[in-house]
């Protein structure tokens, strides 16, 4: 290499404010007050709602009073529910994360600290609109209640998960309650979701889709493909940005966070989009109603950033602590989000401390009385769990001469 | 019966669907007014309005991971690579998602789609309009392999496309769109209306996939081929007097074994020839089947008659 | 199909405004006035930069007059070099267009009508800076005074042709200008041009990297990538985005245009974003030095929209009236890059109708004799023009087992 | 001289030539300060500075093309693709790209790039965690497709493919990171240190590209295997009592066709070995190459033992 010019060039490589054995740092965010931002008309032009991208959507205060127009005045028992399916959501991520630790499955992962996102979308959503979560939506099929059993069968791929041993734990299907089959492969069901929702435009049906996909994951093409066909076909769909702040190891700003939000991407495209607290359950909500609202109006689709903060290890394949403060996750100022929920039920006195324990005694017994009976069935590394022949089948239709023949071969 | 060339035969098998089923629809870049780069689609948007027939932003990526969502909603919808030497931004999607979705998903959802592409030398394409990826395709379990040589066959294998409830890749060897063009050099390429199998339905019919077409009788020596090599094939089993059995497989996967058994254990003779570079190319897995079902019936050994492993196409 | 409901969605499929048959109607652009923009500091943040996205930079009126902050004040002798080199341009396209329809050639494709965008921008970079252009920037090369002759080698494939046959026509490389081979998949030297240019911040160099795309080619995920890693590593490149508002038949809508500026895709990952009057030579070397002066002062990437219209057909392979009006190009309202210069030089008095006569009949023998020249080594279809060899020549560096023997059998 | 496991060998391999050589960097999806979730690249920012060794944004094609764009500047960039099953998004760029810019510039522009990444099944990955592409890449002419299956070499052919003058597929049999896994599943994997390579020099070496290894000799059968199935081949051979003569082929493209010419002649019969699904499969050129070179001394048809044609891998 040749000497150094004075005015060479640098090579930046973006690094977070703290790693391990430094003090949390989160001064670097400043968030609007909530009830502050306005909340724009349905119909309002993505080119005037620029500024919501550069902003945060805030319903809840830290007291859990509920403020300002986004506020959608949901009935009492609509966010009891709400939030029991959040601390189910919890409560059985709990033990299927131990379950790992104990040898029962491979792999598993939690969406600890991110519950809103999933289980208010959900709610705000109609039943028959079709979801294209990433792996960490697990909320959905909760709030669609979907058996937690079978969720547990996959997760064990015993004999009667309805994967068949096919998927790698948490990585459900389930056609009946709109939820699409999970992917390895990050981003690949965003531009899949825009296909849907294009085609129930075409087909004059009223259901919309949405999609979920990790900060991390707007950086692959898939995302850019996404957003350029809902903007030009104006698809009624909503694409989830859950900025968690954290892909595996790396911080926000390896996906570009450094320079702007991950709802200014949807500002690119002439889309609408919002940038919400992720974990404000009535923020959530208020703006996936919006969203789908807009959608079911025929005025195109929405992008949501919901920011929040990935509370637990990327899976159970990782340690936290090896790239982030140990105790970052507590440092987080905008709090937990069925602590935040919790807050206001109580303040608004639809809710009490005695109740809300009962509810965790109760998710936790339900979960384990279910972990129980899934247990029954049987866990990771079953011999014989899944009939040799289910490996020949469903790689097409009909079996090929070729997979019979294999077929036939290992059954000899 | 009407003659057509191959791209009007793939024209009519897009009409005849268009019109028997609403879920059928067709979009690709330049596939809507202007009715495609190769004219396959021509007046199907004018037919049968923009919402049937579209364009489609250049992205490959995004044109098979829509057709992916429309196929999860229960549509059929039958998309346009411009030219196969294209696809590959689509790949990850076609390879990671449409072959994999029944399965990973048990069948809960299914992928009826087809991806329609040109591809091939031989139009002065250079190196990036003149590729032959079936290959790529073909190792991919749960993707469906296709290739007509004729027109009659490719209205025949594109409408059977098109019904199949699995992802298919259909490619469409542009060399003989407009004529069967055979590898004599010295003689102009006669146009499809002089050849039987322009003599092309208007309505509706299928070829069933999987099933290939001998489509020369002989006794010394088996020679599968598909696409263009199909014409080149009969041309060289003409020239050199050769009594030559010639086989178009037109479906490579799943390939139609019996028929490919059948010839060799009789002829005890096999080459195999295609376009693409021969290294790990298709002709390597007919290769391999042949030897692994017809080894005691082989008299010499198969030949490979490839692509060279370069990279070469002139401009 | 279900009978359609009063709330049903639909499907949107852009349509232009005019087809074939109609009046060109340019009505619905509106365009700053010329001199109107402000020139930010190199050092502006891209956030507030964002407007710049949505406006348009111009310098030169319709009547000749250069006005405003981003006039770059040029000497004559370089604004006369800039009307040489696209004069140049234009009559080499003129001659290589029918060559290809008296059958010389394949293929051609012209730059008609944004002949500006590769000259000024070209003379506004370093000689050091590397371009990864698309297919429509020969007047990169003829702006760095590449051989004409070697340019006619190429589209006529014969044994002089430095990409030994190996390539479309018009798809030159030459390492030495600083102009990477030119690829015919859409926009995959853009993120190409994103590693280059972090090779030089990684090396201390001080040579940027400058990238050209169809406004068409930003649909693909590699426009996407580049974008992605250019925001994340402030990497020193320009990308610029030739808005020609076609690809091949369609409008620019079906690549997203419909619903904001494609200088707006910049703002999505803070990356600064100028939108310029691409048949403005000045606007467009103006805007050009803005961003190298930043790219070189460690500031980051720049996206430049250039806005003009594509003149002539796609390529030598479509007729354009059989998709837009076909008087449609005259009708553009930012007029000729090259009349608009020449008009700006008549008015300051460095130049006269009769210099700029004699000057295209000058380009026009210039170009006519080097294509005799050319012509004698060889045109289209002259056999054995490249060795047998050269075909399994440069696969790898060395020749493997089996290109020998492949050569070998074709040698026999 | 220390023993390494896999993993280990991989790391000093990269720590060797960023110290040797200024133009040589790595990058890739938690590559940097996390050193990778294998943790191949662990320690190497840490002692060579992130510009060096850093993490890159989820798009395996940014990271295929930018490490394109720093080789034609004049670097020697090393990607780490997280899983094989990954590698889609980038397969324009490493087969439109990376693989033909030499060619279409004739020579003008050159890439001398490494593509790393982890492949196979047996970590219980599923099906996205657990493929085997190689006959993806090695259909592709312009690039050189590798695949170790010791530590010992995993680090001296890593070398060879970063010095490489082009571009260079670099798959690591995951199941064999830690140890050499030979099928046996009712054993524990030994570890590393009880094989004699995982004896692996601290400095600079190197093993050519293009040279199989016999691995073990014998006279009746001949067995072609690389990665995870070479240690599979060789306690087969060992079960089976088969006097069985066992090659590891490392290099895929270019194969060392002589290698396997003068083992399959002396032992007339050829068994064929690989995790990916069968058809199209590397297993069929391999069948078609030893069919060509050997027909006459074959006494059996040769076989292939690979994956099904199916999507399994149990998660
Ligand atoms: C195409 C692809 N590349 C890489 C991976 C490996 N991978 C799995 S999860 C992950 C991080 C994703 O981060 P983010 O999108 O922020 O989602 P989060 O985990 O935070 O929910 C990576 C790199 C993958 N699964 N697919
Ligand atoms: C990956 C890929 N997809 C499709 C094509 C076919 N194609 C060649 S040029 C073109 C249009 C490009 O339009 P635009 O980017 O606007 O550039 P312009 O021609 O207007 O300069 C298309 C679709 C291609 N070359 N590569
Ligand atoms: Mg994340
Ligand atoms: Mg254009």
Chains 1, 3 share one sequence.
Request: charged share 25%; hydrophobic share 40%.
């Amino acid at each position: 290499m040749s000497p150094r010019k004075s005015n060479a060039l640098e090579l930046h490589i973006p690094a977070p404010r703290t790693r391990p054995g430094d003090k949390p740092d989160f001064s670097g965010w400043s968030f609007p007050e909530p009830g502050d931002t306005p909340r724009p008309d349905v119909d309002a032009s993505a080119v005037e709602m620029r500024e919501f991208a550069y902003g945060l959507i805030r319903v809840l205060d830290l007291k859990g009073a509920a403020l300002g127009p986004w506020h959608p005045r949901l009935d009492a028992e609509t966010l009891r529910r709400g939030l029991k399916y959040m601390a189910l959501t919890r409560a059985f991520d709990d033990r299927m994360h131990r379950a790992q630790r104990q040898g029962k499955t491979s792999f598993y992962m939690q969406s600890f600290g991110e519950e809103a996102v999933a289980v208010a979308q959900t709610m705000a959503l109609d039943r028959g609109d079709m979801c294209f979560p990433s792996y960490r939506q697990q909320g959905i099929l909760i709030a669609r209640d979907y058996p937690l059993v079978d969720m547990m069968h996959q997760i064990y791929s015993n004999a009667e998960d309805p994967m068949k041993g096919r998927q790698l734990p948490i990585m459900y299907s389930s056609k009946k309650d709109g939820f699409f089959t999970v992917s390895g492969n990050l981003a690949t069901q965003v531009p899949q979701a825009v296909g849907w929702a294009m085609a129930s435009a075409y087909s004059g049906d009223t259901r919309i889709a949405a999609a979920w996909l990790g900060e991390g994951s707007t950086a692959e093409g898939d995302f850019h493909a996404a957003m350029t066909f809902a903007s030009v076909y104006r698809a009624p769909v909503i694409i989830n940005v859950v900025n968690n702040q954290y892909a595996i190891s790396s911080f926000q700003g390896i996906a570009g966070g450094e320079n702007t939000t991950f709802a200014a991407r949807g500002v690119g495209y002439g889309i609408a989009s919002l940038r919400v607290d992720g974990n404000d359950f009535l923020a959530v909500y208020a703006a996936t109603q919006w969203a789908a609202e807009r959608a079911r109006s025929n005025l195109g689709p929405t992008l949501i950033e919901h920011f929040t903060y990935r509370g637990g290890p990327h899976s159970t394949s990782d340690d936290p602590s090896r790239y982030r403060p140990a105790d970052e996750a507590k440092a987080w100022p905008l709090g937990d989000p069925i602590a935040r929920l919790k807050d206001h039920l109580i303040s608004i006195g639809e809710w009490s401390e005695e109740e809300h324990k009962k509810l965790q005694e109760d998710c936790a017994e339900h979960v384990r009385t279910t972990g129980r009976e899934a247990e029954k069935v049987g866990v990771l590394g079953v011999e014989g769990a899944h009939s040799r022949e289910s490996m020949f089948q469903d790689v097409y239709k009909d079996m090929d001469w070729r997979l019979r023949a294999q077929h036939e071969e290992v059954e000899s | 019966m009407p003659s057509m060339t191959m791209i009007q035969a793939l024209n009519s098998a897009l009409d005849t669907m268009l019109d028997r089923d609403p879920k059928v629809l067709t979009f690709g870049e330049d596939a809507g007014y202007f009715g495609g780069v190769f004219k396959v689609t021509e007046h199907l948007q004018e037919k049968y309005g923009a919402r049937r027939c579209f364009d489609a932003p250049i992205n490959e990526c995004g044109i098979a991971a829509t057709a992916i969502g429309m196929a999860v909603y229960g549509l059929r919808p039958v998309i346009e690579i411009q030219f196969a030497d294209y696809v590959y931004p689509a790949y990850d999607q076609l390879v990671s998602e449409a072959a994999r979705i029944r399965y990973r998903s048990a069948a809960d959802y299914t992928v009826p789609m087809t991806v329609r592409m040109p591809y091939g030398g031989g139009i002065y394409g250079g190196q990036t309009h003149s590729q032959s990826p079936e290959a790529l395709f073909t190792h991919v379990a749960g993707l469906k392999t296709v290739i007509p040589s004729t027109p009659y066959d490719a209205k025949g294998l594109l409408i059977a496309c098109i019904e199949d409830d699995d992802p298919t890749i259909f490619l469409e060897p542009k060399r003989v769109y407009n004529g069967p063009f055979d590898g004599r050099r010295d003689r102009p390429v006669s146009p499809w209306s002089k050849h039987p199998a322009s003599e092309v339905p208007e309505g509706y019919y299928k070829i069933p996939l999987g099933k290939a077409n001998v489509v020369r009788e002989g006794a010394d020596l088996t020679i599968l081929a598909y696409g263009t090599m199909v014409h080149v094939a009969l041309a060289a089993a003409e020239d050199s007097g050769i009594d030559a059995e010639v086989i178009d497989l037109r479906t490579l996967v799943p390939v139609d074994i019996e028929a490919i058994v059948q010839s060799v254990s009789k002829t005890g003779r096999c080459v195999i020839v295609h376009e693409a570079t021969r290294t790990s190319g298709y002709g390597a897995e007919l290769t391999a089947l042949v030897q692994e079902h017809c080894f005691y019936h082989l008299e010499a050994p198969i030949e490979r008659v490839t692509g060279y492993d370069a990279l070469s196409a002139r401009a």
